[in-house]
């Protein structure tokens, strides 16, 4: 188990930006810097033993300050849509920024994945963990209360990469955290062909917006069906109006088994390399994204061009406007609560 760290950059504000490496006795690499919490990098073998790298991202500093899709970065203080940017909490109401049409999107214009995060390294025998820690500032973005979040990325031998999240605040707010890797586990083309398994029988159905709108649908009969191992490709353009609405997937999943067990949320195979990745979670929902609007006007790692599909995101997390949605599970901290949650992703191959 071993972590480095180099020189990554300098933001405009002036703030050092460091590039830390956790390797495991595997040979599974992965790099996170402490700009937004990003993970640049993850190198994982296939069924060869070749090592390659499955998520999308960039370079250098500078490309992800300009060009970047949320490549990889911790989003918060709420990830996902707030519909109108608004919400109402103990008889106020607090207005977000606006950044995403009328509504807020995955913590405005400045959100925890275009911040510096105070890095700590801890070394342990069988972990290599990097903590991250930022303090949200009471009205930031518009939201209410001083957030002090604390995320720690942890490599195991076993493959997995788990990430902890913990934030606690000093007033009532909402907090919803996630991670925004694009992963693409045959490390070139389309996730087109990713035979991919969701444990979720039910999905929130999206207006033009991306809005949920309440409605809860079971996913039987439709192509958001995937409690049995489908192509990602397979029915992405059927003729069905969520799909429509998205572009392609971009909705949000209800987990099997209520409370805050820590279960498998879905599984990613990819056919060519033989990897796998099982994604577990805490959480009550995860976003399944299948890149929709990358377009090809992002150059990634290696000259790679985004084209639409070039990665998928799994993001564990709450529902989407659930300050607005009285019948979703509450995203409300309030002070002396703590906010506790898990996500690992978990590699292998088949
Ligand atoms: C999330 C959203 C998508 C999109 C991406 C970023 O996954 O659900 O609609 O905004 O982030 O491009």
């Known amino acids: 188990m071993k972590i480095t760290s180099d020189h990554f950059g300098v933001t405009p504000e002036g703030e050092e930006v460091s590039l830390f490496s956790l390797t495991n006795d595997q040979g599974m690499e992965v790099r996170i810097t402490n700009y937004g919490g990003i993970i640049t ?45 608004r919400f109402c909490l103990d008889g106020i109401t607090y207005s977000l920024a606006k950044n995403n049409g009328e509504n807020h999107l995955h913590g405005g214009l400045k959100g925890f994945d275009k911040v510096v995060w105070r890095p700590r390294e801890i070394h342990a025998s069988d972990t290599a963990c ?62 087109l062909d990713h035979q991919l398994t969701i444990n979720a029988e039910a999905f929130t159905p999206v ?20 409690t049995s191992r489908t ?9 069905y109006e969520q799909l429509r609405l ?35 979670t805490t959480q009550p929902g995860m976003q399944f994204y299948s890149g929709n609007f990358l377009d090809g006007s992002i150059v990634g790692k290696g000259g790679r ?12 997390q709450h529902f989407p406007d659930s300050p607005n949605q009285p019948s979703f599970p509450t995203t409300v901290l309030r002070r002396g609560e703590q906010y506790r949650h898990t996500t690992s992703f978990k590699f292998s191959v088949e």
């Open 41 to 85: 990098a993850i190198n994982v073998p296939d069924r060869h033993g070749q090592p390659g790298d499955v998520v999308l991202g960039h370079e250098t500093l500078e490309r992800y300050l300009n060009r970047s899709r949320y490549f990889g970065a911790l989003i918060g203080r709420y990830a996902n849509r707030i519909a109108h940017r």
């Open 231 to 239: 192509a990602i490709g397979e029915r992405i353009n059927d003729c």
């Open 305 to 316: 061009v985004y084209v639409k599909h070039s990665g998928c995101c799994f993001e564990p």
């Open 207 to 226: 207006d033009k917006g991306l809005i949920p709108t309440g409605e809860i649908r079971n996913v039987r009969g439709t192509p958001l069906d995937f």
């Open 130 to 191: 990097l903590q991250l820690t930022y303090l949200s500032r009471d009205g930031e973005e518009g939201y209410p209360g001083n957030l002090e979040t604390i995320v720690t990325y942890v490599l195991t031998n076993g493959n997995e990469l788990r990430i902890e999240y913990f934030a606690t605040t000093d007033q009532a707010t909402i907090v919803n955290l996630t991670n925004h890797s694009y992963f693409n586990l045959a490390c070139g083309g389309t996730v």
């Open 246 to 280: 998205a572009c392609g997937y971009d909705h949000n999943f209800i987990l099997r088994q209520k409370g805050e067990t820590f279960r498998n949320a879905a599984t990613v195979y990819e056919p060519a390399t033989g990897r796998v990745l099982e994604i577990s």
